[in-house]
């Protein structure tokens, strides 16, 4: 089995940052991929960013791409989002999620998820 946790989540104001953290705990993740998505208030669960087991491929939603930075650290079995110049259509809970075989934006295809750490970006 595996766990999922997410932190760093808090209430920024527009222009400013936040780094989301992932941190997995049970089987070994080591050739995951990982993925970041979020859920606005009313809205679907929606792809932000993705990166390969071995760190060599990213994928970003285009609403995000030259804001947000994904990368992971395999050693201590953790994932991050940096998120620069947050908007307050940046404002979500953001889940990450992993899985053994698949590394692209449809939801459906992750096995593994987090709680959720809410971002709320004011204006």
């Known amino acids: 089995q595996v766990q999922l946790v997410e932190s760093g989540g808090g209430l920024v104001q527009a222009g400013g940052s936040l780094r989301l953290s992932c941190a997995a705990s049970g089987r070994t993740l080591r050739s995951y991929n990982w993925g970041w998505f979020r859920q606005g208030p009313g809205k679907e669960r929606e792809f932000v960013s993705a990166i390969s087991w071995s760190g060599g491929d990213t994928f970003y939603a285009d609403s995000v791409k030259g804001r947000f930075t994904i990368s992971r650290d395999n050693a201590k079995r953790t994932v991050y989002l940096q998120m620069n110049s947050l908007k307050p259509e940046d404002t979500a809970v953001y889940y990450c999620?992993?899985?053994?075989?698949?590394?692209?934006?449809?939801?459906?295809?992750?096995?593994?998820w987090g709680q959720g750490t809410q971002v709320t970006v004011s204006s």
């Open positions: 999620a992993a899985d053994p075989y698949y590394s692209g934006s449809a939801v459906a295809n992750y096995d593994y």
